[in-house]
Nanobody, 126 residues
Framework: QVQLVESGGGLVQAGGSLRLSCAASGRTFSRYAMGWFRQAPGREREFVAAINWSGSSINYADSMRGRFTISRDNAKNAVYLQMNSLKPEDTAVYYC???????????????????WGQGTQVTVSS
């Protein structure tokens, strides 16, 4: 089992950048595939980005590709989401997720992840 804590959210103007971090507990972090999801008010949680255990496989939602970058540091038990060129429509609560069942692959569905953080709010003003 792994526990996840997100940080780095906040208020930023359109066009700005934020870097989200997700700190994971436990000594087996490198066995987990990781994902970032987001949920805006009144909308379903949606996939943002995912990375496999080694960082060799990465996937992004189409609307984030080219603006967001996911990375991980297994030595620090952390995964990151660098967000550039932010838009007001990026406003949402951002969640970190983890699962060890398919550590070698990237998964884009909510149901693929058993472990979730509490989320961090990102607000982009116009």
């Amino acid at each position: 089992q792994v526990q996840l804590v997100e940080s780095g959210g906040g208020l930023v103007q359109a066009g700005g950048s934020l870097r989200l971090s997700c700190a994971a507990s436990g000594r087996t972090f490198s066995r987990y595939a990781m994902g970032w999801f987001r949920q805006a008010p009144g909308r379903e949680r949606e996939f943002v980005a995912a990375i496999n255990w080694s960082g060799s496989s990465i996937n992004y939602a189409d609307s984030m590709r080219g603006r967001f970058t996911i990375s991980r540091d297994n030595a620090k038990n952390a995964v990151y989401l660098q967000m550039n060129s932010l838009k007001p429509e990026d406003t949402a609560v951002y969640y970190c997720a983890a699962d060890s069942r398919w550590a070698g692959t990237v998964q884009t569905g909510n149901a693929a992840y058993r472990y979730w953080g509490q989320g961090t709010q990102v607000t982009v003003s116009s």
